[in-house]
């Protein structure tokens, strides 16, 4: 078992009509026509599972948390961005179809200039959960150096560099809802863009 997952599903994938993905099933998910869901309150699973049962593209990432709770832990796996999902379809209708599950506060277009930038935020999470990495939801991207990974497991991916409590984060945003999930990396590995 992973100790986080990037659940993700299209009509295309066998094995995903049935239930939720244990992997990666990202398929081949375009950069038109994407869409941000905003939840309601810890509903994301369930709506994607409506997805599922709809045969609508979408992406969720996930990260595992460990809970202490009177003695025993309680490990269990949470959304990397609370209250969002992202879809991947045509057009507004598909879209709509969700709206009927009682799961969608409201629905966000992307704009086709965005789609491709989104996308290519998606699957840097979506490395960054595959590779294990410890991700935290950094409430607010704050304003830093834009960076270029030279080595390891996420070379290549661009990033804001961000300093918290004495250590080098790097921030992989998705733009579109504001947000962002911190690694944890060496200085060392960051060049400027």
């Not at 948390?65 to 598909?94: K, M, N, Q």
Request: positive net charge; hydrophobic residues 40%.
């Amino acid at each position: 078992m992973h100790s986080s997952q990037f659940l993700s599903q299209t009509p295309t994938t066998p094995s995903s009509s049935t239930q939720l993905s244990d992997g990666f099933n990202s398929g081949e998910i375009g950069s038109a026509g994407w869409w941000v869901v905003h939840t309601r309150p810890r509903r994301e699973k369930l709506l994607a599972q409506h997805c599922l049962a709809l045969g609508v593209q979408w992406r969720l990432p996930l990260r595992n948390s460990v809970r202490r709770y009177a003695g025993r832990t309680v490990s269990f796996e949470c959304p990397v961005f609370p209250g969002y999902l992202f879809l991947h379809e045509t057009d507004i209708a598909g879209a709509q179809r969700l709206l009927p599950t009682g799961h969608v506060a409201c629905l966000l277009p992307v704009p086709s200039f965005q789609s491709e930038e989104l996308s290519s935020q998606l699957d840097a999470i979506e490395l960054a959960v595959r590779k294990e990495a410890i991700l935290q939801l950094c409430p607010q991207i704050l304003p830093g150096i834009y960076v270029r990974i030279r080595y390891g497991h996420f070379r290549g991916c661009l990033a804001w560099v961000q300093e918290r409590r004495g250590q080098t984060e790097v921030v992989l945003r998705v733009d579109i809802i504001g947000k962002g999930a911190c690694l944890q990396i060496e200085a060392d590995a960051l060049e400027p863009v």
